[in-house]
């Protein structure tokens, strides 16, 4: 199995908190489009002829493209990779973006499931980020995507926000599961340094939750999701039965995956590698037919360190028996030496030679995990 993302960076606004690439330079959007199609086409080989089961259109803003860009992109993957096997297709949209004209456009396409960033059901908070949405719109989007047939819905949730307190998050989650989507992502706010949001903490426009109300709302999340019948399947992610997202599962089990676009990551196995961050620069270097990414050759210790990183954010967890075969006694010794004191209290689980982080473990789970990494001397 292996998987195609196209990272589409156009968005109209950049949100405050965001510092993944993005830019608002639609104008170059018909030169983009003919560059994607042409970087799919000449890095075939790079999936070594793994058959493409997911494709996820992530940004920036996909939905910003048309119904004839779309075309153009599914008729070059079909040309060079075929669609035949493909199990799940993505598209990542903003709730203003799925008004019914468009989403009725959308819907005529392969796509089998719909990511629709909302962040937060309360007004104030949605203009405090500058997003281009309100609650009432988010809603809308969603019943429409739902009367057009589609099946498979998945939101983002943020918490952690300004102000935010115990009732608002509650309520936040309480409208996400009244809505009977299929998947909800949720993650806690980051202040990224460069990002507006960034500048006005350190102005103290807006303050910073505590630690303590950040382990109070996952812990509020975790509760109410799973009392709701959702699985909590990686430590961000939960998902009504069998409704995982198969594009990003495939980054946290280690499948192959081609990343195409700016600021794009690939991974086969044996290297990683990542575009350039620019637009104009991805433009011109592959309509020149010149390197316009970085590659890293992974060696045993890095392929460890993956696994250990990307398997114990599961509930699939960490084979010690896949552990042991595929990177030796040597560090299946050392990963199980330096997860006893976590075995110990509690923090850690095996089960059928399995490691899992216990739901306790998952408040902790960067620092054990970091724990478990091989470091070169």
């Not at 096997?85 to 019914?100: R, S, Y």
Request: with cysteine.
């Amino acid at each position: 199995m292996a998987g195609i993302y196209l990272h589409i960076p156009f968005c109209k606004t950049r949100c405050i908190y965001c510092d993944f690439y993005s830019t608002t330079k639609i104008k170059e959007k018909d030169h983009y489009i003919s560059a994607l199609c042409k970087e799919l086409r000449t890095r075939k080989l790079y999936l070594e002829n793994e058959p493409v089961e997911t494709i996820y259109f992530g940004g920036g803003t996909p939905s910003q493209l048309s119904l004839k860009d779309f075309e153009k992109v599914f008729r070059t993957i079909e040309e060079t990779y075929g669609l035949d096997q493909c199990k799940e297709i993505t598209l990542e949209a903003n709730p203003d973006d799925l008004h019914p004209e468009y989403i009725k456009e959308i819907s005529s396409l392969p796509f089998n499931r719909i990511s629709i960033g909302i962040q937060t059901f309360n007004d104030q908070v949605l203009c405090l980020l500058k997003r281009r949405h309100t609650s009432a719109q988010a809603i809308q989007a969603i019943n429409d995507c739902r009367s057009a047939g589609f099946q498979n819905i998945s939101i983002d949730l943020m918490y952690g926000l300004p102000e935010e307190n115990r009732k608002s998050w509650e309520a936040d989650l309480k409208q996400a599961i009244d809505l009977n989507v299929e998947h909800i992502s949720a993650y806690h706010l980051i202040y990224e340094e460069g990002t507006p949001l960034y500048e006005m903490l350190c102005k103290q426009i807006v303050k910073e939750v505590d630690e303590e109300s950040s382990v109070d709302f996952f812990d509020l999340m975790i509760e109410k999701l799973t009392k709701a019948g959702f699985q909590h399947y990686e430590i961000s992610n939960f998902c009504l039965p069998g409704k995982y997202s198969q594009h990003n599962s495939s980054y946290w089990t280690g499948k192959k995956y081609l990343g195409c676009g700016p600021s794009a990551h690939s991974y086969n196995g044996d290297t990683r590698q990542w575009n350039v961050s620019s637009l104009d620069q991805y433009i011109t270097k592959v309509e020149a037919g010149i390197p316009f990414f970085d590659t890293e050759n992974l060696n045993i210790t890095t392929r460890y360190n993956d696994y250990v990183i990307t398997s114990l954010r599961t509930m699939w967890g960490l084979s010690l028996t896949h552990l042991k075969d595929t990177f030796g006694s040597e560090l299946h010794q050392y990963c199980l030496k330096n997860a006893e004191i976590y075995l110990k209290t509690g923090k850690l689980e095996i089960q059928n030679n399995i490691l899992f982080l216990s739901k306790e473990g998952i408040f902790i789970s960067d620092g054990i995990m970091s724990s478990l990494l091989w470091v070169e001397n």
